[in-house]
Protein backbone atom coordinates (compact mmCIF):
# COMPACT_ATOMS: atom_id res chain seq x y z
CA UNK A 1 0.00 0.00 0.00
CA UNK A 2 2.71 2.73 0.89
CA UNK A 3 4.71 1.45 -2.04
CA UNK A 4 1.55 2.10 -4.13
CA UNK A 5 1.14 6.08 -2.55
CA UNK A 6 4.66 6.65 -2.88
CA UNK A 7 4.79 5.35 -6.77
CA UNK A 8 1.46 7.75 -7.56
CA UNK A 9 3.00 10.79 -6.10
CA UNK A 10 5.89 10.33 -8.35
CA UNK A 11 3.28 10.13 -11.11
CA UNK A 12 0.85 12.69 -9.89
CA UNK A 13 3.36 15.09 -9.35
CA UNK A 14 5.70 14.38 -12.88
CA UNK A 15 7.69 17.37 -13.77
CA UNK A 16 5.94 17.76 -17.06
CA UNK A 17 2.66 19.15 -15.22
CA UNK A 18 4.36 21.76 -12.97
CA UNK A 19 4.90 24.16 -15.22
CA UNK A 20 0.99 24.57 -16.81
CA UNK A 21 -0.15 23.97 -12.94
CA UNK A 22 2.24 27.85 -12.57
CA UNK A 23 0.73 29.44 -14.80
CA UNK A 24 -2.83 27.75 -13.67
CA UNK A 25 -2.36 29.51 -10.37
CA UNK A 26 -0.75 32.83 -11.51
CA UNK A 27 -3.97 33.17 -13.74
CA UNK A 28 -6.58 32.09 -10.66
CA UNK A 29 -4.44 34.79 -8.50
CA UNK A 30 -3.48 37.52 -10.41
CA UNK A 31 -5.43 40.80 -9.45
CA UNK A 32 -5.58 42.44 -12.96
CA UNK A 33 -7.84 42.16 -15.47
CA UNK A 34 -7.24 39.16 -17.96
CA UNK A 35 -9.80 38.04 -20.71
CA UNK A 36 -10.58 34.71 -20.14
CA UNK A 37 -10.40 33.91 -23.45
CA UNK A 38 -7.04 34.98 -23.75
CA UNK A 39 -6.67 32.35 -20.49
CA UNK A 40 -7.68 29.99 -22.15
CA UNK A 41 -6.22 30.52 -25.33
CA UNK A 42 -2.57 30.40 -23.30
CA UNK A 43 -3.28 27.47 -21.15
CA UNK A 44 -4.46 25.47 -23.91
CA UNK A 45 -0.80 26.22 -26.30
CA UNK A 46 1.08 25.77 -22.84
CA UNK A 47 -0.78 22.34 -22.48
CA UNK A 48 0.25 21.35 -25.97
CA UNK A 49 3.85 22.50 -25.50
CA UNK A 50 4.91 21.62 -22.41
CA UNK A 51 2.69 18.37 -21.54
CA UNK A 52 0.91 16.81 -25.43
CA UNK A 53 4.13 17.61 -27.07
CA UNK A 54 6.76 16.13 -24.73
CA UNK A 55 4.87 12.69 -24.42
CA UNK A 56 4.93 12.68 -28.41
CA UNK A 57 8.52 12.82 -28.40
CA UNK A 58 9.11 10.76 -25.78
CA UNK A 59 7.51 7.97 -27.79
CA UNK A 60 9.56 8.66 -30.38
CA UNK A 61 12.67 8.72 -28.51
CA UNK A 62 11.30 5.34 -26.83
CA UNK A 63 10.97 3.95 -30.67
CA UNK A 64 14.11 4.83 -31.57
CA UNK A 65 15.39 3.46 -28.52
CA UNK A 66 17.22 6.84 -26.78
CA UNK A 67 14.95 6.32 -23.92
CA UNK A 68 13.51 3.30 -21.86
CA UNK A 69 11.27 5.17 -19.34
CA UNK A 70 9.13 8.41 -18.74
CA UNK A 71 11.62 8.82 -15.59
CA UNK A 72 14.79 9.03 -17.64
CA UNK A 73 16.71 6.72 -15.37
CA UNK A 74 20.21 7.43 -16.62
CA UNK A 75 21.68 10.96 -17.56
CA UNK A 76 22.66 9.46 -21.08
CA UNK A 77 18.45 9.39 -21.45
CA UNK A 78 18.37 12.98 -20.09
CA UNK A 79 20.57 14.54 -22.67
CA UNK A 80 18.12 14.52 -25.45
CA UNK A 81 14.81 15.13 -23.74
CA UNK A 82 16.08 18.10 -21.81
CA UNK A 83 17.25 19.49 -24.87
CA UNK A 84 14.07 19.82 -26.56
CA UNK A 85 12.60 20.57 -23.27
CA UNK A 86 14.65 23.32 -23.68
CA UNK A 87 14.03 24.48 -27.32
CA UNK A 88 10.23 24.33 -26.48
CA UNK A 89 10.83 26.64 -23.76
CA UNK A 90 12.24 29.22 -25.92
CA UNK A 91 9.25 29.30 -28.64
CA UNK A 92 7.21 29.68 -25.05
CA UNK A 93 8.89 32.61 -24.28
CA UNK A 94 9.16 33.89 -27.97
CA UNK A 95 5.35 32.98 -29.26
CA UNK A 96 2.81 31.85 -25.76
CA UNK A 97 4.51 34.36 -23.06
CA UNK A 98 6.56 37.30 -24.14
CA UNK A 99 7.95 39.83 -21.76
CA UNK A 100 5.35 42.66 -22.68
CA UNK A 101 2.10 40.75 -21.91
CA UNK A 102 2.93 38.61 -18.50
CA UNK A 103 6.44 39.68 -17.38
CA UNK A 104 5.76 37.49 -13.82
CA UNK A 105 4.99 34.21 -16.31
CA UNK A 106 7.88 35.40 -18.55
CA UNK A 107 10.52 35.20 -15.84
CA UNK A 108 8.99 32.09 -14.81
CA UNK A 109 9.58 30.31 -17.89
CA UNK A 110 13.31 31.98 -18.19
CA UNK A 111 14.17 30.30 -14.75
CA UNK A 112 12.41 27.26 -15.94
CA UNK A 113 14.82 27.60 -19.15
CA UNK A 114 18.02 28.43 -16.29
CA UNK A 115 16.81 25.23 -14.80
CA UNK A 116 17.17 23.50 -17.83
CA UNK A 117 20.37 24.10 -18.93
CA UNK A 118 21.96 23.56 -15.59
CA UNK A 119 20.10 19.75 -15.96
CA UNK A 120 21.49 19.57 -19.10
CA UNK A 121 25.18 20.37 -18.00
CA UNK A 122 24.64 18.41 -15.19
CA UNK A 123 23.78 15.18 -17.38
CA UNK A 124 26.53 15.40 -19.35
CA UNK A 125 28.43 15.58 -16.38
CA UNK A 126 27.03 12.15 -15.35
CA UNK A 127 25.09 14.07 -12.78
CA UNK A 128 21.19 12.79 -12.41
CA UNK A 129 19.59 15.95 -10.19
CA UNK A 130 15.99 15.30 -9.77
CA UNK A 131 13.65 16.75 -12.31
CA UNK A 132 11.06 16.05 -9.86
CA UNK A 133 12.52 18.25 -7.25
CA UNK A 134 13.72 20.98 -9.91
CA UNK A 135 10.08 21.15 -10.89
CA UNK A 136 8.19 21.35 -7.33
CA UNK A 137 11.19 23.84 -5.77
CA UNK A 138 10.86 26.03 -8.74
CA UNK A 139 6.90 26.33 -8.22
CA UNK A 140 7.40 26.81 -4.29
CA UNK A 141 9.60 29.83 -5.01
CA UNK A 142 7.50 31.11 -7.91
CA UNK A 143 4.58 31.33 -5.90
CA UNK A 144 6.34 32.76 -2.71
CA UNK A 145 7.02 35.57 -5.00
CA UNK A 146 3.54 36.07 -6.26
CA UNK A 147 2.18 36.08 -2.63
CA UNK A 148 5.03 38.99 -2.17
CA UNK A 149 4.10 40.84 -5.40
CA UNK A 150 0.17 40.71 -5.39
CA UNK A 151 0.40 40.80 -1.43
CA UNK A 152 -2.16 37.88 -1.56
CA UNK A 153 -2.32 35.46 1.22
CA UNK A 154 -1.21 32.17 0.16
CA UNK A 155 0.16 30.26 3.25
CA UNK A 156 -1.59 27.19 2.79
CA UNK A 157 -0.83 27.13 -0.57
CA UNK A 158 2.98 27.22 0.11
CA UNK A 159 2.78 24.87 3.49
CA UNK A 160 0.55 22.68 0.91
CA UNK A 161 3.53 22.78 -1.78
CA UNK A 162 6.19 22.15 1.39
CA UNK A 163 4.06 18.90 2.25
CA UNK A 164 4.12 17.71 -1.40
CA UNK A 165 8.32 18.32 -1.86
CA UNK A 166 8.89 15.98 1.21
CA UNK A 167 6.56 13.44 -0.43
CA UNK A 168 8.32 14.08 -3.18
CA UNK A 169 11.16 13.72 -2.14
CA UNK A 170 10.65 10.81 -0.05
CA UNK A 171 8.85 9.13 -3.18
CA UNK A 172 12.26 9.60 -5.42
CA UNK A 173 13.97 8.01 -2.59
CA UNK A 174 12.08 5.02 -1.45
CA UNK A 175 11.87 3.87 -5.69
CA UNK A 176 15.69 3.78 -5.58
CA UNK A 177 15.26 7.03 -8.28
CA UNK A 178 17.96 9.27 -6.56
CA UNK A 179 20.17 9.95 -4.26
CA UNK A 180 19.84 12.60 -1.04
CA UNK A 181 22.74 14.41 -3.03
CA UNK A 182 20.80 14.23 -6.06
CA UNK A 183 17.66 15.00 -4.28
CA UNK A 184 19.34 18.35 -2.79
CA UNK A 185 21.09 19.24 -5.82
CA UNK A 186 17.54 19.29 -7.99
CA UNK A 187 15.82 21.45 -5.19
CA UNK A 188 18.08 24.05 -5.45
CA UNK A 189 18.52 23.64 -9.78
CA UNK A 190 14.89 24.89 -9.28
CA UNK A 191 15.27 27.04 -6.38
CA UNK A 192 17.51 29.36 -7.37
CA UNK A 193 17.06 30.31 -10.83
CA UNK A 194 13.35 31.72 -9.75
CA UNK A 195 14.91 33.25 -6.68
CA UNK A 196 17.47 35.17 -8.84
CA UNK A 197 15.22 36.33 -11.17
CA UNK A 198 12.46 37.91 -8.78
CA UNK A 199 14.55 41.49 -8.91
CA UNK A 200 13.17 41.40 -12.65
CA UNK A 201 9.72 41.67 -11.80
CA UNK A 202 9.01 41.51 -8.50
Same mark, same amino acid.
Not at 21 to 42: E, S, W
Not at 101 to 127: D, N, P, Q, R
Given at each position: ?15 ? %? ?66 ? =? ?61 ? %????? =? ?49
Amino acid at each position: MEHRILKSISVLFHPL %IMPLLGVMFYFYKTPRYVDQNLINAKLISLFILTVLLPILLFFLLKTLGKVSSIYLKTTNERIVPLAL =NGVITVLILLRVLPQNEFIELYYFFIGILMSTIISLVLAFAKFKASLHLVSISGIFMFFVALS %IHFSI =NIVKVIAIICLLTGAIATSRLHLKAHTYKELIMGFFVGFIPQLILIPNWL
